[in-house]
């Protein structure tokens, strides 16, 4: 069974920054991509930026320039800086990956959210 713990999310002021961070444990051969999805209220999930084993990193149009993903494969955590917030990025944050149980098993994990709000 595998396990991503996200943590880092909280009350921000428009233009502020967060930092969350997403662990991932438990029985894990490899993992292949991570990333950060958010649901906002009323509105569909989105895939917000993607990590993969070998650095290529994928953004949301809307939250280029303002947020980073990066990872450190040996603690097994992917990070998402966001600077310059803003109140329509307001949304619980999910972290997701993709790995390996075994050489020959593949499987996806989620995360169980942390809250993001941006307001004055």
């Known amino acids: 069974q595998v396990q991503l713990v996200e943590s880092g999310g909280g009350l921000v002021q428009p233009g502020g920054s967060l930092r969350l961070s997403c662990a991932a444990s438990?029985?894990?051969?490899?993992?292949?991509?991570m990333g950060w999805y958010r649901r906002a209220p009323g509105k569909e999930r989105e895939l917000v930026a993607t990590?993969?084993?070998?650095?290529?990193?994928s953004y949301a149009d809307s939250v280029k320039g303002r947020f980073t993903i990066s990872r450190d494969n040996a603690k097994k955590t992917v990070y998402l800086q966001m600077n310059g917030l803003k109140p329509e990025d307001t949304a619980v944050y999910c972290c997701?990956?993709?790995?390996?149980?075994?050489?020959?098993?593949?499987?996806?994990?989620w995360g169980q959210g942390t809250q993001v709000t941006v307001s004055s």
């Open positions: 997701n990956a993709r790995l390996k149980t075994s050489y020959l098993v593949s499987s996806y994990a």
């Open positions: 438990g029985r894990i051969f490899s993992i292949e991509v």
């Open positions: 990590d993969t084993t070998d650095g290529v990193t």
